[in-house]
């Protein structure tokens, strides 16, 4: 089954971190870039950033809300991405959905046809 | 960064309706790259339409996208019960990536 899994998300309190995974299956992850979407409860989505194949380099890019403190990796022998969150506030409150183009890692075709359920992480103290 | 401002917030209709829902982007969408999705509570977003006017697979022919530049628009053809939701474009013509702030389609 095509499918994406997130995982780690939590309580923390400001200023602390969380690392976030999203395991893949069913189609050919390391050809893929991978993307990460969030969600404030009851607001809209923004992007957070993405990583892409090993055939671009693993090159990143971020939102500007959330360069410098968030990292996003993966690891292609366990078909898994990475949101690694380091100083963390509270209006990173959000769900957390990775997500997948659905072309591999190609440019021109970064909008999203498979989405994970998303996982929550509360920034509180 | 493309700002994308959706309009109106919501639409409150009926079943059968017309749904006209609006995207303008505060600058001009490359080739197209225009997006749209549908979002249930509780939901993952799901893709509806690419490159401004493609349906994605399995996406009922009463949904249609038009529109380039910066002006775009989701059309409903007749509303059908389960369209009742929350609708989001995205630009995918840059690379910072944007959503729209969403306009929720509510039955009147």
């Known amino acids: 089954e095509v499918q994406l899994v997130e995982s780690g998300g939590g309580l923390v309190q400001p200023g602390g971190s969380l690392k976030l995974s999203c395991a893949a299956s069913?189609?050919?992850?390391?050809?893929?870039?991978m993307h990460w979407v969030r969600q404030a409860s009851g607001k809209g989505l923004e992007w957070v950033g993405r990583?892409?194949?090993?055939?671009?380099?693993?090159?990143?890019a971020y939102a500007a809300s959330v360069k410098g403190r968030f990292t996003i990796s993966r690891d292609d022998s366990k078909n898994t991405a990475y949101l690694q969150m380091n100083s963390l506030k509270t209006e990173d409150t959000a769900v957390y959905y990775c997500?997948?183009?659905?072309?591999?890692?190609?440019?021109?075709?970064?909008?999203?046809?498979?989405w994970g359920r998303g996982t929550l992480v509360t920034v509180s103290s | 960064e493309i700002v994308l401002t959706q309009s109106p917030g919501t639409l409150s209709l009926s079943p059968g309706e017309r749904a006209t829902l609006s995207c303008r982007a505060s600058?001009?969408?490359?080739?197209?790259?225009l997006a749209w999705y549908q979002q249930k509570p509780g939901q993952a977003p799901r893709l509806l339409i690419y490159?401004?006017?493609s349906r994605a697979t399995g996406i009922p022919d009463r949904f249609s996208g038009s529109g380039s530049g910066t002006d775009f628009t989701l059309t409903i053809s007749r509303l059908e019960p389960e369209d009742f939701a929350v609708y989001y474009c995205?630009?995918?013509?840059?690379?910072?990536?944007?959503f729209g702030g969403g306009t929720k389609v509510e039955i009147k």
């Open positions: 490159g401004a006017s």
């Open positions: 600058q001009s969408v490359s080739s197209s790259y």
């Open positions: 995205q630009q995918y013509g840059s690379s910072q990536l944007t």
């Open positions: 997500t997948r183009p659905p072309y591999g890692d190609f440019i021109s075709y970064w909008y999203f046809d498979l």
């Open positions: 069913g189609f050919t992850f390391s050809g893929s870039a």
């Open positions: 990583i892409r194949s090993k055939a671009n380099s693993y090159a990143t």
